[in-house]
């Protein structure tokens, strides 16, 4: 196998491996590639190799199984503002920049994936753009890693809650909050949305689609009038519908897609 196959079969993983919806272990990621390439089983591991050597790639364990997942071992720059790093690693801010540090756990959010990258760009573009309610709460609904919730406190909310049924997840939240001395401001809670109650000037939801669609009354009922709801989590040829089901309460002022990934922000009426 030649650099150049070598170097194209990696960015073939990469992309692979960010993309998926789930964690992938290694003999996922060999059988995708042998469908996507003519490429044998020992240029594959070749390939993996190379990414786990230069520290691309990394093995995690959850429950007794190893997965690859992309190296969280540096900071990463997410959006034009956002930065995410470990928590071991130093990193100068530039001005005006958002670092926050996360721990690589069990839950997804660390980044890797686009409708974590998505949902972050969607944020920054609705608190730059859009909000400007003074005393302004945030609730993220699935909150997982909790980098949502910390990311618009960051960028200018003064408090969020953010709930997930999930108890792994709700500890590495509370976890990653602390690591970012936030916990004055955001609040990780076992909740499910059904509970919450109040009025928020921003709605975080990095969820599936069938879940936003069928979440959008309770959605519309905690949005504050004029506030703003960041979803993440739809597969591109999924967004019109969503957009549609949404319109009758509130408006679309940001879409983006990556890798077949779709994030929105609406405004409600």
Known sequence: MTIIENHLICQKITDYVSASPRRLTQRDIIREMSLQFSATRKEINAALRSLLEANELVYSYIDGHSFMEASLDKAVRITERVVLKPPNISYQPRSNEVVISIQSGASFGSGSHPTTRLALGAIEFALNNILSFKEARALDIGTGS????????????????????????????????????????IDIQDHDIENISGKFALVLANLRYPTLKSLYPKITELTEAGGLVVVSGIHQDELPDLLSCYTPNFVCGWQKSEKNWSAAVFQKR
């Not at 997930?164 to 401001?185: F, G, W, Y």
């Open 146 to 185: 909790g980098v949502l919730a910390i990311a618009a406190v960051m960028m200018g909310i003064d408090a969020a809650i953010g709930i997930d049924i999930d108890p792994c997840a709700r500890a590495e939240a509370a976890e990653n909050v602390r690591l970012n001395q936030l916990e004055k401001q």
